[in-house]
């Protein structure tokens, strides 16, 4: 069975520092991939998705990026943080498939002082 | 701009009742729905799938789609205080899936 790990599960960041988050998938082959943010209270907003090995979409524009360097790796970053960026980051993945749900990680809890 | 609108409650229900969730969409070119449940301070878990007009039944959950009204809904029977959850509506159209804001439930005893 595919089954998708995030870490860290918590992260308290100073502003202005970078950042890092990861996302591996098992069991599964040339999955999409997808950055969610989830503010407090809030929906969750699209921030990158990626079809496939170096390919990545953005959905927003602000001071994160993300890649994939490897088939089932999915990462995060940030070079500075800003106040704003804290919230609930969730990786997912889906089968490429036909019409495919998202099943979503642990989540990371990123809080910004 | 794909819209996909739910009440954003609390939802209160005793338990043993039935509880219902309803959506609804904007983009007629959607293809697939699904509901996730969310627990406070945890991810999504998606709970149930539905692709065709009508009514699909899983254990204590059915879904009802109606693709002409551009409605999806979530019934809930014989609601439990461990289904007290965020309920989120997702449409799905080709890799993407545009998330409602959710709606609050809550079974009391």
């Known amino acids: 069975s595919q089954t998708i790990h995030q870490w860290p599960a918590t992260l308290v960041q100073p502003v202005g520092s970078p950042l890092s988050l990861e996302c591996t998938v098992e069991?599964?082959?040339?999955?999409?991939l997808y950055w969610y943010r989830q503010a407090a209270g809030r929906g969750l907003q699209l921030l990158f998705y990626s079809v496939g090995i170096g390919q990545i979409s953005s959905e927003v524009p602000q001071n994160l990026s993300a890649s994939r360097p490897q088939d089932r790796q999915f990462i995060l970053s940030s070079k500075k943080l800003l106040l704003s960026d804290s919230g609930f980051y969730l990786c997912?993945?889906?089968?490429?498939?036909?019409?495919?749900?998202?099943?979503f990680g642990d989540g990371t809890r990123l809080s910004i002082l | 701009q794909k819209e996909v609108e739910q009440n954003s409650g609390p939802l209160s229900v005793p338990e043993g009742a039935i509880a219902s969730l309803n959506c609804t969409y904007s983009?007629?070119?959607?293809?697939?729905f699904f509901w996730y449940r969310q627990y406070s301070g945890k991810s999504p878990e998606l709970i149930m799938s539905i692709y065709s007009n009508g009514d699909k039944e899983d254990g204590r959950f059915t879904a009802q789609l109606n693709k002409a009204s551009q409605y999806v809904s979530l019934l809930i029977r014989d609601s439990q205080p461990s289904d007290s959850a965020t309920y989120l509506c997702?449409?799905?159209?080709?890799?993407?899936?545009?998330f409602g804001g959710g709606t609050r439930l809550m079974v009391k005893p």
């Open positions: 983009d007629r070119g959607s293809q697939s």
């Open positions: 069991g599964t082959s040339n999955p999409n």
């Open positions: 997912a993945w889906s089968a490429t498939s036909g019409s495919q749900p998202q099943h």
């Open positions: 997702a449409v799905q159209e080709d890799n993407m899936l545009t």
